[in-house]
């Protein structure tokens, strides 16, 4: 995978388009984060706004991903995709991006908005009916809680 | 994914046998990994040996992820178990299992020996003539570094 064959250089994904392809395809991330010595590891739907060059992710408001970030904001995540095994190979097919950057909570309504139709508009194949839906009033974003990764740094790599 | 609902306790996977087998049949493992306040992540192809309940990893000797788990061993690593987002319904489908443990470079020969056929039989379908092409030698294992991720702590979840 991503780092498996690190120092194979020719495999690294080096053009910035073909990296925000893959955060515009996926459907989650896996994110790792860092408290003193201790490290933690989630994954979540996200949706990624290419204008911010920021992934959104919908959460609860609290928990113990948002008590590692309110000590730590410095995340390092990744979006894999996944081409399978490649059998009698001894190789996986996939492309990877690894990213870095700081998460932390959304606080205004505005930006919460704009998150959840960013989430939407990814995940979804249909995104109006179901915008439609959630978005009767503003009474879900009281409980919603959404982060925000902004990215300062990513790389890729690709095998087979 | 795993903690996107973290907080709803009927998601949570209790059963040992269940997160086994999540452990047995996935095909690659992302890793969280944690130096000073530095997080870091990469995805590595892997076999679980359920007797040790570890995770053995093919690596190169040298690279980035060695010097963190040089200057930290423990880690945070997650499988998932991905079914596809359910078009409409704002879910995906998954089972994820997150497990923390500490990772290390294995030294013997003979844990080496080990690991490969570890690694070979989760991966491959037909183990036997891939290892029949690779182990015709020792020299294989003079330049492959092998990583053992020794499991101290397992959750899972499921989602739809």
Redesign the interface.
Known sequence: ???????KREREITGKEELQALLREG??A????????????????YGYDSGKHALYF???L????LDFIRE?P?????V?Q?G??V??Q?E?R?A?V?FWGEMQLVETLEEKKHAFEVL?DQ????PA??KAR?FKSDKVYDTAGILRLDIMEMTGKKGK
Not at 74 to 78: D, E, F, L
């Open positions: 995978m991503a780092q498996y064959h690190m120092n459907k989650f896996t994110i790792a984060m860092c408290r003193n010595s201790e490290p933690y590891v989630v994954t979540l739907s919908h959460s609860a609290e928990g113990l991903k730590n410095r995340v390092c995540g990744t894999i996944d399978g095994y059998t009698g001894c996986h996939y990877s690894v939407i995940l979804e194949a249909e009916p179901v959630i």
